[in-house]
T-cell receptor
Framework: SQTIHQWPATLVQPVGSPLSLECTVE??????LYWYRQAAGRGLQLLFYSVGIGQISSEVPQNLSASRPQDRQFILSSKKLLLSDSGFYLCAWRAGQLYGYTFGSGTRLTVV | QKEVEQNSGPLSVPEGAIASLNCTYSDRVSQSFFWYRQYSGKSPELIMS????GDKEDGRFTAQLNKASQYVSLLIRDSQPSDSATYLCAETPGGGTSYGKLTFGQGTILTVHP
């Protein structure tokens, strides 16, 4: 069966520090992968998606970047965090058009 | 811009009642629709998917889709306090360049009180 792992679960980082969040999927190959952010009391905002190794599409301009170094690995990064980067970050994958996303457990990021 | 709108909350129902959650979407060629439940501090969990007009039932949950009117709804029968959560509606945009992206509504907070 397919599983998605995301870590860390919580993170408190100072403004200006770097960020690296990792997501891996098991039990499938060449999945479409997505990074979402959910600000407090807000909806889900799509940040990046990837349809294959090295293929990254950004949905909104921001202080973040994403990479996909391996088929089942998706990384969200920042060189210098801003206060506005605080939020709940979710990685997701999708088996196909008739299937919804399966989300990872999320990372709660607080920038202080 | 394609949008998904959910009925404003929060919604409060007594235990045992039917909770009705509604969602409208603007993309006329949307193909598939999903309902997610999100408990506070947790990631969203898929509870229902629907692709064809009509009703789809799964236990206490019924999803209803009306493509002509561009709305999708979720009914929760015999609501329990454990159903208290935020419910997110999502749709797959039409067209060949969506890359499987889902567009989410802003969510409706449901509280079921004993």
């Amino acid at each position: 069966s397919q599983t998605i792992h995301q870590w860390p679960a919580t993170l408190v980082q100072p403004v200006g520090s770097p960020l690296s969040l990792e997501c891996t999927v098991e039990g499938t190959s060449n999945p479409n992968l997505y990074w979402y952010r959910q600000a407090a009391g807000r909806g889900l905002q799509l940040l990046f998606y990837s349809v294959g190794i090295g293929q990254i599409s950004s949905e909104v301009p921001q202080n973040l970047s994403a990479s996909r170094p391996q088929d089942r690995q998706f990384i969200l990064s920042s060189k210098k965090l801003l206060l506005s980067d605080s939020g709940f970050y979710l990685c997701a994958w999708r088996a196909g058009q008739l299937y919804g996303y399966t989300f990872g457990s999320g990372t709660r990021l607080t920038v202080v | 811009q394609k949008e998904v709108e959910q009925n404003s909350g929060p919604l409060s129902v007594p235990e045992g009642a039917i909770a009705s959650l509604n969602c409208t979407y603007s993309d006329r060629v949307s193909q598939s629709f999903f309902w997610y439940r999100q408990y506070s501090g947790k990631s969203p969990e898929l509870i229902m998917s629907i692709y064809s007009n009509g009703d789809k039932e799964d236990g206490r949950f019924t999803a209803q889709l009306n493509k002509a009117s561009q709305y999708v709804s979720l009914l929760i029968r015999d609501s329990q306090p454990s159903d208290s959560a935020t419910y997110l509606c999502a749709e797959t945009p039409g067209g060949g360049t969506s890359y499987g992206k889902l567009t989410f509504g802003q969510g409706t907070i449901l509280t079921v009180h004993p």
